[in-house]
């Protein structure tokens, strides 16, 4: 597939086959996801497959909204994003490089999980990167390293349809010259 269409044709998709994602599907997908750039190369971004439908489930019952439930409960794969703590936008002395200061990893883990989910749409896979969770509890249930973050939640898998494409805002209200 071409980058733009890619870019183009990427949705949010909340429904999915329960055709398997492999283990081979899933390792070539982080390891594309290695290459979206980071702050001083740092490459913080770290990745949680939870294949287990047990392990899902306890996910969705303990940290999420029901809407959110649905969705874990009916992907193939859940790829949680976590950060190492206190490494992009730090200087080594552990003082903020810039006045965005903490802000810069989850700049980087957003680039990360975006280039995971057009890496996922190459290979015709649906994604839908979820929010509205209880993360202190979901870092718990995941077992995340200490000095790691959880940042999101990504289903994954193929899907059940085509969703349709939301209506995208004009170019005057999105550009701006000076």
């Known amino acids: 597939m071409e980058t733009l269409e890619c870019i183009k044709t990427r949705r949010s998709v909340r429904k999915f086959t329960d055709k ?20 001083k190369n740092t490459q913080t971004a770290r990745y949680i497959a939870i294949v287990d439908p047990e ?22 794969v859940v ?21 965005r200061e903490d802000n810069w990893q989850a700049f980087d883990n957003g680039i990360a999980t ?8 190459d290979k015709g896979l649906g994604t839908v990167i979820m929010g509205l969770y209880d993360i202190e509890k979901a870092q718990e249930v995941l077992e995340v390293p200490e000095g790691q973050l959880l940042m999101s ?9 085509t969703p349709d ?6 170019l005057e209200t999105l550009l701006s010259y000076r």
Request: charged letters at 25%; aromatic letters at 6%; one cysteine or more.
């Open 55 to 76: 392990k899902k489930a306890e996910l969705a019952q303990k940290c999420c909204a029901q809407h959110n439930q649905d969705i874990i409960n009916g992907a193939p």
């Open 114 to 121: 975006q280039t995971l989910c057009l890496a996922a749409c």
């Open 79 to 99: 790829i949680a994003t976590t950060i190492v703590d206190k490494r992009s936008g730090f200087e080594r002395d552990g003082s903020y490089s810039t006045v």
């Open 20 to 39: 398997e994602v492999s283990k081979e599907v899933i390792e070539d997908l982080v390891l594309s996801a290695s290459f979206a750039p980071s702050w």
């Open 153 to 161: 939640l990504v289903a994954l898998g193929y899907p059940e349809g």
């Open 165 to 170: 494409m939301p209506k995208r805002k004009d």
